[in-house]
């Protein structure tokens, strides 16, 4: 099932934890996201988001949103799916939802340079490494994040 972000959702979000190395994409409580207005549970933003559902467990999600010329795109896999090739399938997916929404843009991921099975995802989707940068991520730290595009046509 897919569906737009939603409360089920964000609470499953939540409760993701990622093995070390990867924590640093496990998300706040759900009682941290209501109370700091988490844009995952603004309104505003809900049709943004792709939720993909198997048997009642959210599996992943896709962000999509357009600043100025450019779409951004970013993907979170439950735990249990990462490293097993289901990235690709749900990228895929997102890209189709891109090219419907914004026919001709460019598209920009965002992914920390040592996050090399990501990387090797959007590769194989046909994303293309185009600059790296240090920025500060979430929790204030200084990070190396590769962007890597791909044109919509």
Do not use: H
């Not at 972000?5 to 941290?32: G, H, R």
């Amino acid at each position: 099932m897919i569906s737009s972000m939603n409360t089920a959702a964000v609470k499953e979000i939540c409760s993701w934890q990622y093995p070390s190395l990867y924590d640093v994409y496990n998300y706040m409580s759900f009682d941290e996201a209501a109370k700091s207005n988490s844009p995952l549970l603004k309104s505003e933003n809900k049709d943004n988001y792709i939720c993909f559902w198997e048997d009642g467990t959210l599996t992943a999600y896709i962000n999509i949103y357009k600043k100025n010329e450019m779409v951004f795109l970013g993907i979170g896999l439950s735990p249990d799916f990462c490293g097993k090739g289901y990235g690709k399938t749900y990228l895929k997916c997102g890209l189709e939802t891109v090219s419907k929404r914004y026919p001709n843009s460019k598209i920009l991921i965002q992914v920390r340079s040592w996050n090399v099975r990501a990387i090797k995802c959007y590769e194989s989707c046909g994303f293309a490494q185009e600059y790296k940068e240090i920025i500060k991520d979430r929790f204030g730290n200084d990070e190396e994040f590769v962007f890597m595009g791909l044109e919509i046509k």
